[in-house]
């Protein structure tokens, strides 16, 4: 079988230029490997960030060698003034949200992965998907820039709340070229995910192999068909919301500034704007944003564990329309960021209710994993591990969400190191275990080489041991009041809790080098690694019922036809205890 | 490797609890009326939380220990049924606790929200600008006389623009850089923002609202223990956002009283 | 030229690639919607401000808007003449070209309208900061006006299309079609919105 698919991966494989080929591919498959460069280059810069950052909060003075070369005034002589701490965070931020949680598990295993799960040869706009990964490169490029300026990145956070985003450079250092130069990123960003979304949808709709109903369709494929849904409405408000601070920015409007602000002992010429609007359209976009980091990792998980678990899980139905639920849910609950912003109180109410709503389906959708555990006979392998992991960070950022969920302990905790705690652990952690998991199971499908599974095992301990470390205290530290997004704790209280931020230092700096073991066996295993077959996995979706790597246009010019749902496991299969979506053999047991 | 992933997130659970159950890291005592409804959600969220945090984490744990890498030919269970079981416990369970919870919560929020300010409380206005806080009391005569956004002049100390040679109601109006207020005696803080986005924040008074420019928000509570309490900036507003705080003093009320003329007359 | 499949010869499922467009259109009008939901509720959290007033709309304006209805039946007349069979690529009658040609004429038209409506209201001493009724006023024609060149520019495609091979996929046809009458009724609302709140 093996020999029959190899010969189909050469043929007719068309003639094309270097730059076809390699850059401006049309071909889905690369245009998933280059967002997931994209991801990988946006997440050593992010935790690069993250570092400096970590390190400024407990040694406020000390020296980082080079870092005056590229911050002249941001860090003179090495040291991180409270205004490139405040770039800092806010590059930290954006570069992680967006570049990396919106890129990776989404647009990178999503666009590489969904055509061959459902069968097709290729999206449905090759071309709009070219086009999307180089818009989105140059939002990239442009994000970046920031940090080459002058004045520097801007200090606003990814959030950009006004007025302080949007009255320009008298509001502080890195306001002014710095954040026009973010605000003009994201609003490229945001079509490249839109014409990404678009990509998404219509070929799922129209291109499914014969047999291929929607409820056959991997847990994967639904989850980023239901992530491209919610990413279409988000990011076409997230871009509106762009070009009105760009005008207020620039163009001397007022949507989001009122009269009478005295900044800098300058009386701002603007009136009548207000300031919760922004944040009712950033976090109207915000929030579904979240869910749009997690539920591709929730598909990518729940793919894996089917088949680590060689059995299905207890409903994939259930866990699909849990899916949809928090879809659908995701967009009454934004308010729940502006619980103590201003607006009123009652609407705190109001959007509190669905937002603990949402515990219902995420809880649902866990203890199918859990009950699904229960009597299977679990395969360990690093993407396995990865997955299990993500389960565990799953329950841990989603059980402090429930704090936050409620408007009167969110008086208490609101801004405070719990918030960051909860978003971490969610997206941080789970969204990039997932990440590792799926790196770890569909890197032999992609490159045809395994990965080598110690590096891979040690990988995973030191970051599973080490993200608890630095990510469980910092709901400690919220308790107490901890506020966030401090450059430096002068507060009287602060000095008791130094040392477990000294600890969260610590296992942060040696967590992050534990990602270069990663780093070094996905290069080191793309070209020396042991060959992989098309099926290592015993799996059963159709990625696995073609070469590793695939052919240029996946299915080698035939039309697959599908027979089965993917949880065919634990069943007398031909070939073993499963049955491939694509074998036409009747399943004989239960 | 099963059993040893098994074992160590039975530790990282029990040790992530501990510091909880122990209190090791807790909020500062309360000084507030409305404060112990806060504590008390806040302590039944952490029970419930807590208990499906550990429970969830030894499940997992413990079905990874068991259940992985069996010996050929292990039977695998398949759960009759499928997720119904699943499906109704979390509707029940979850569906019971959110609302019990998000119910129970409104009181706390009510008392701070919903209730109007007695008319005889203290009125004490808050200016939030970059990077400090200013406050005003409003004389003798109990009004606030109005602010000039243009006539802000720091270097005169006039920080929030006050006219007193055209506005009466400004004459006696006292500005301090530091919060007093009396023990027991509701205040009403009218919060006004000079510039950006700022908040107030005090841990023990368990209060936090935004300053918001252009809107004319308030908060009113009452302090039941006379202490000196940090007030904090929560809203990032700057480079001077972590540096920007000051202090609120509560004074019996014949502290008070003294303080009060005090100021009044380094006007 | 296909930008599908890069050899057309070998691969039997083009035509199902090509069936791809039929739900793009409609998928991209949704997000198009959701950007002027999301622009219209700032209108209506703005307007409640203490500054909102009250500019009338241009003259011009109207007849800006006769145009581009126009643009659409017209549009509609030459797709009622396309060829009726299944099939994915479809011939277009010479009258029915002449049409689209008129439309992409009329969308041209329309446009300039705006231009001329924008010069009215500078005229008036109203730009873009002005007020926040002008402001709203410039940013909801803006981006309209944005939206039908990018159209105008599809349909030009489309008649380049033609013009060389003869047949067009039917998709990208209907796409364009459907966009062309989104944007007509779009420019509909945001009339009423201008006529009414602004």
């Given at each position: 079988?093996?020999?029959?698919?190899?010969?189909?991966?050469?043929?007719?494989?068309?003639?094309?230029?270097?730059?076809?080929?390699y850059?401006?591919?049309?071909?889905?498959?690369?245009?998933?490997?280059?967002?997931?460069?994209?991801a990988?280059?946006?997440?050593?810069?992010?935790?690069?960030?993250?570092?400096?950052?970590?390190?400024h909060?407990?040694?406020?003075?000390?020296?980082?060698?080079?870092?005056?070369?590229?911050?002249?005034?941001?860090?003179?002589?090495?040291?991180?003034?409270?205004e490139?701490?405040?770039?800092?965070?806010?590059?930290?931020?954006?570069?992680?949200v967006?570049?990396?949680?919106?890129?990776?598990?989404?647009?990178?295993?999503?666009?590489?992965?969904?055509?061959?799960?459902i069968?097709?040869?290729?999206?449905?706009?090759?071309?709009?998907?070219?086009?999307?990964?180089w818009?989105?490169?140059?939002?990239?490029?442009?994000?970046?820039?920031?940090f080459?300026?002058?004045?520097?990145?801007p200090?606003?956070?990814?959030t950009?709340?006004?007025?302080?985003?949007?009255?320009?450079?008298?509001?502080?250092?890195?306001l002014?070229?710095?954040?026009?130069?973010?605000?003009?990123?994201?609003?490229?960003?945001?079509?490249g995910?839109?014409?990404?979304?678009?990509?998404?949808?219509?070929?799922?709709?129209?291109?499914?192999?014969?047999?291929m109903?929607?409820?056959?369709?991997?847990?994967?494929?639904?989850?980023?068909?239901?992530?491209?849904?919610?990413g279409?409405?988000?990011f076409?408000?997230?871009?509106?919301?762009?070009?009105?601070?760009?005008?207020?920015?620039?163009?001397?409007?007022?949507?989001?500034?009122?009269?009478g602000?005295?900044?800098?002992?300058?009386?701002?010429?603007?009136?009548?704007?207000?300031?919760?609007?922004?944040?009712?359209l950033?976090?109207?976009f915000?929030?579904?944003?979240?869910?749009?980091?997690?539920?591709?990792a929730?598909g990518?998980?729940?793919?894996?564990?089917?088949?680590?678990?060689?059995?299905?899980?207890?409903?994939?139905?259930?866990?699909?329309?849990?899916?949809?639920?928090?879809g659908?849910?995701?967009?009454?609950?934004?308010?729940?960021?502006?619980?103590?912003?201003?607006?009123?109180?009652?609407?705190?109410?109001l959007?509190?209710?669905?937002?603990?709503?949402?515990?219902?389906?995420?809880?649902?959708?866990?203890?199918?994993?859990?009950?699904?555990?229960?009597?299977a006979?679990?395969?360990?392998?690093?993407a396995?591990?990865f997955?299990?992991?993500?389960?565990s960070?799953?329950?841990?950022?989603?059980?402090?969400?429930?704090f936050?969920?409620?408007?009167?302990i969110?008086?208490?905790?609101?801004?405070?190191y719990?918030?960051?705690?909860?978003?971490?652990?969610?997206?941080?952690?789970?969204a990039?275990?997932?990440?590792?998991?799926?790196?770890?199971?569909?890197?032999p499908?992609?490159?045809?080489?395994?990965?080598?599974?110690?590096?891979g095992?040690?990988?995973?301990?030191?970051?599973?041991?080490?993200?608890?470390?630095?990510?469980?205290?910092?709901?400690?530290?919220?308790?107490?009041?901890?506020?966030?997004?401090?450059?430096?704790?002068?507060?009287?209280?602060?000095?008791a809790?130094?040392?477990?931020?000294k600890?969260?230092?610590?296992?942060?700096?040696?967590?992050?080098?534990?990602?270069?073991?990663?780093?070094?066996?996905?290069?080191?295993?793309?070209?020396?690694?042991?060959?992989?077959?098309?099926?290592?996995?015993?799996?059963?979706?159709?990625?696995w019922?073609?070469?590793s790597?695939?052919?240029?246009?996946?299915?080698?010019?035939?039309?697959?036809?599908?027979?089965?749902?993917?949880?065919?496991?634990?069943?007398?299969?031909?070939?073993?205890?499963?049955?491939?979506?694509?074998?036409?053999?009747?399943?004989?047991?239960? | 490797?099963?059993?040893?992933?098994?074992?160590?997130?039975?530790?990282?659970?029990?040790?992530?609890?501990?510091?909880?159950?122990?209190?090791?890291?807790?909020?500062?005592?309360?000084?507030?009326?409305?404060?112990?409804?806060?504590?008390?959600?806040?302590?039944?969220?952490?029970?419930?939380a807590?208990?499906?945090?550990?429970?969830a984490?030894l499940?997992?744990?413990?079905?990874?220990?068991?259940?992985?890498?069996?010996?050929?030919?292990?039977?695998?269970?398949?759960?009759?049924?499928?997720?119904?079981?699943?499906?109704v416990?979390?509707?029940?369970?979850?569906?019971?606790?959110?609302?019990?919870?998000?119910?129970?919560?409104?009181?706390a929020?009510?008392?701070?929200?919903?209730?109007?300010?007695?008319?005889?409380?203290l009125?004490?206005?808050?200016?939030?600008?970059?990077?400090?806080?200013?406050f005003?009391?409003?004389?003798?005569?109990?009004?606030?006389?109005?602010?000039?956004?243009?006539?802000?002049?720091?270097?005169n100390?006039?920080?929030?623009?006050?006219?007193?040679?055209?506005?009466?109601?400004?004459?006696?109006?006292?500005?301090?850089?530091?919060?007093?207020?009396?023990?027991?005696?509701?205040i009403?803080?009218?919060m006004?923002?000079k510039?950006?986005?700022?908040?107030f924040?005090?841990?023990?008074?368990?209060?936090?609202?935004?300053?918001?420019?252009?809107?004319?928000?308030?908060l009113?509570?009452?302090?039941t223990q006379?202490?000196?309490?940090?007030?904090?900036?929560?809203?990032?507003?700057?480079?001077?956002?972590?540096?920007?705080k000051?202090?609120?003093?509560?004074?019996?009320?014949?502290?008070?009283d003294?303080?009060?003329?005090?100021?009044?007359?380094?006007? | 030229?296909?930008?599908?499949?890069?050899?057309?010869?070998?691969?039997?499922?083009?035509?199902d690639?090509?069936?791809?467009s039929e739900?793009?259109?409609?998928?991209?009008?949704?997000?198009?919607?959701?950007?002027?939901?999301?622009?219209?509720?700032?209108?209506?959290?703005?307007?409640?401000?203490?500054?909102?007033?009250?500019?009338?709309?241009?003259?011009?304006?109207?007849?800006?808007?006769a145009?581009?209805?126009?643009?659409?039946?017209?549009?509609?007349?030459?797709?009622?003449?396309?060829?009726?069979?299944?099939?994915?690529?479809?011939?277009?009658?010479?009258?029915?070209?002449?049409?689209?040609?008129?439309?992409?004429?009329?969308g041209?038209?329309f446009?300039?309208?705006?231009?001329?409506?924008?010069?009215?209201?500078?005229?008036?001493?109203?730009?873009?900061?002005t007020?926040?009724?002008?402001?709203f006023?410039?940013?909801?024609?803006?981006?309209?006006?944005?939206?039908?060149?990018?159209?105008i520019?599809?349909?030009?495609?489309?008649l380049?299309l033609?013009?060389?091979?003869?047949?067009?996929?039917?998709?990208?046809?209907n796409?364009?079609?459907?966009?062309?009458?989104?944007?007509?009724?779009?420019w509909?609302?945001?009339?009423?919105v201008?006529?009414v709140?602004?």
């Amino acid at each position: 079988m093996e020999e029959a698919l190899k010969s189909q991966a050469h043929a007719h494989a068309p003639a094309e230029g270097f730059l076809r080929k390699y850059v401006f591919s049309l071909d889905h498959k690369v245009i998933g490997k280059q967002y997931y460069g994209l991801a990988l280059a946006a997440v050593f810069i992010g935790m690069v960030l993250s570092w400096l950052m970590r390190f400024h909060l407990v040694w406020p003075n000390a020296k980082i060698p080079g870092l005056e070369i590229i911050a002249k005034t941001g860090a003179p002589g090495g040291i991180i003034t409270p205004e490139y701490y405040l770039s800092l965070l806010t590059m930290h931020g954006t570069l992680m949200v967006f570049f990396v949680l919106t890129n990776a598990p989404f647009a990178g295993f999503g666009n590489y992965f969904l055509p061959i799960q459902i069968g097709a040869e290729d999206m449905a706009f090759p071309r709009f998907n070219m086009m999307s990964f180089w818009t989105t490169f140059v939002a990239f490029v442009v994000l970046v820039t920031a940090f080459f300026i002058p004045d520097g990145p801007p200090i606003s956070g990814w959030t950009a709340y006004a007025p302080l985003s949007a009255i320009g450079k008298d509001a502080g250092p890195g306001l002014g070229w710095g954040q026009n130069l973010w605000v003009i990123s994201i609003a490229i960003f945001c079509i490249g995910q839109l014409l990404g979304s678009l990509n998404f949808i219509a070929t799922t709709l129209d291109l499914r192999a014969k047999g291929m109903t929607l409820m056959r369709m991997p847990i994967s494929t639904w989850a980023w068909f239901i992530t491209s849904a919610i990413g279409l409405l988000a990011f076409a408000v997230l871009l509106p919301a762009c070009l009105l601070l760009l005008l207020d920015r620039m163009a001397g409007t007022s949507f989001f500034i009122p009269s009478g602000l005295v900044v800098s002992d300058r009386l701002q010429n603007h009136a009548g704007g207000s300031p919760l609007l922004w944040q009712h359209l950033f976090w109207f976009f915000g929030h579904p944003e979240v869910y749009i980091a997690i539920l591709p990792a929730v598909g990518i998980v729940s793919h894996v564990l089917t088949n680590s678990l060689r059995k299905p899980l207890l409903s994939a139905k259930v866990i699909i329309y849990s899916m949809m639920s928090i879809g659908f849910l995701s967009w009454m609950v934004w308010g729940h960021h502006m619980f103590v912003s201003g607006m009123n109180p009652f609407s705190s109410l109001l959007f509190s209710f669905p937002t603990l709503t949402i515990t219902i389906p995420a809880t649902i959708i866990t203890l199918i994993w859990l009950g699904s555990l229960y009597g299977a006979n679990i395969q360990i392998t690093t993407a396995s591990f990865f997955a299990l992991g993500f389960i565990s960070m799953f329950v841990s950022g989603g059980v402090s969400g429930f704090f936050l969920a409620q408007p009167s302990i969110d008086i208490y905790l609101h801004a405070t190191y719990f918030v960051v705690g909860h978003f971490h652990m969610v997206m941080g952690v789970a969204a990039i275990f997932a990440i590792f998991s799926g790196t770890y199971f569909w890197f032999p499908k992609m490159t045809g080489r395994m990965m080598n599974e110690t590096l891979g095992m040690l990988h995973f301990w030191i970051t599973f041991i080490g993200t608890y470390c630095i990510f469980m205290p910092f709901h400690y530290l919220g308790l107490v009041g901890n506020v966030r997004r401090y450059a430096s704790f002068v507060d009287d209280f602060m000095p008791a809790l130094m040392p477990l931020h000294k600890f969260i230092t610590i296992a942060a700096l040696t967590t992050g080098a534990a990602q270069f073991i990663f780093f070094f066996n996905l290069v080191h295993s793309r070209f020396r690694g042991k060959q992989a077959t098309a099926n290592p996995w015993r799996g059963t979706s159709l990625e696995w019922s073609i070469p590793s790597p695939p052919p240029w246009n996946n299915f080698g010019g035939d039309h697959p036809v599908v027979y089965h749902d993917p949880h065919q496991y634990g069943v007398k299969g031909s070939t073993g205890d499963f049955v491939m979506q694509t074998s036409p053999e009747q399943i004989l047991n239960e | 490797m099963g059993k040893l992933f098994g074992v160590i997130l039975a530790i990282i659970a029990l040790a992530s609890a501990y510091p909880i159950v122990t209190h090791m890291y807790v909020q500062p005592v309360d000084i507030s009326t409305h404060g112990h409804a806060i504590d008390e959600q806040l302590a039944d969220t952490m029970a419930e939380a807590g208990l499906s945090f550990v429970l969830a984490q030894l499940l997992l744990a413990f079905c990874v220990w068991k259940f992985s890498n069996r010996k050929e030919g292990a039977k695998v269970f398949h759960l009759r049924g499928g997720a119904r079981l699943v499906v109704v416990a979390a509707f029940i369970l979850v569906g019971t606790e959110v609302l019990a919870l998000g119910v129970l919560g409104q009181k706390a929020w009510a008392e701070v929200y919903f209730t109007a300010p007695k008319p005889d409380a203290l009125q004490v206005q808050a200016q939030a600008g970059q990077f400090a806080f200013y406050f005003r009391y409003p004389g003798p005569d109990g009004k606030f006389g109005p602010l000039h956004p243009d006539k802000i002049d720091e270097g005169n100390q006039n920080y929030f623009g006050l006219d007193p040679a055209n506005d009466v109601e400004s004459r006696d109006d006292i500005v301090t850089a530091e919060m007093a207020i009396p023990v027991n005696r509701e205040i009403h803080l009218l919060m006004h923002a000079k510039d950006v986005g700022h908040s107030f924040y005090v841990r023990e008074l368990r209060i936090q609202q935004d300053f918001v420019p252009g809107l004319d928000l308030s908060l009113h509570f009452t302090a039941t223990q006379t202490g000196h309490f940090e007030i904090l900036c929560t809203q990032l507003c700057g480079l001077g956002h972590y540096n920007m705080k000051a202090y609120l003093n509560v004074l019996s009320q014949e502290d008070f009283d003294k303080w009060i003329k005090q100021k009044a007359s380094e006007q | 030229m296909s930008s599908t499949l890069h050899t057309p010869m070998c691969s039997p499922r083009r035509s199902d690639l090509a069936k791809g467009s039929e739900s793009g259109i409609w998928i991209a009008l949704f997000a198009i919607t959701m950007s002027f939901a999301a622009f219209t509720s700032a209108l209506f959290i703005r307007q409640a401000s203490t500054d909102w007033t009250h500019i009338g709309a241009p003259r011009i304006m109207f007849a800006s808007t006769a145009v581009l209805l126009l643009s659409s039946l017209l549009m509609e007349m030459s797709r009622r003449g396309f060829d009726g069979k299944p099939a994915s690529e479809i011939k277009v009658p010479r009258k029915g070209q002449m049409l689209l040609a008129a439309t992409l004429l009329l969308g041209l038209a329309f446009v300039g309208g705006q231009y001329m409506a924008w010069r009215d209201l500078a005229a008036q001493g109203l730009y873009l900061a002005t007020n926040p009724n002008s402001s709203f006023f410039y940013l909801l024609t803006g981006v309209h006006a944005l939206h039908v060149l990018g159209g105008i520019a599809a349909l030009a495609y489309l008649l380049l299309l033609l013009a060389a091979r003869g047949s067009v996929r039917r998709n990208l046809v209907n796409g364009v079609v459907v966009y062309w009458h989104f944007m007509a009724a779009l420019w509909l609302y945001l009339l009423v919105v201008i006529c009414v709140r602004l």
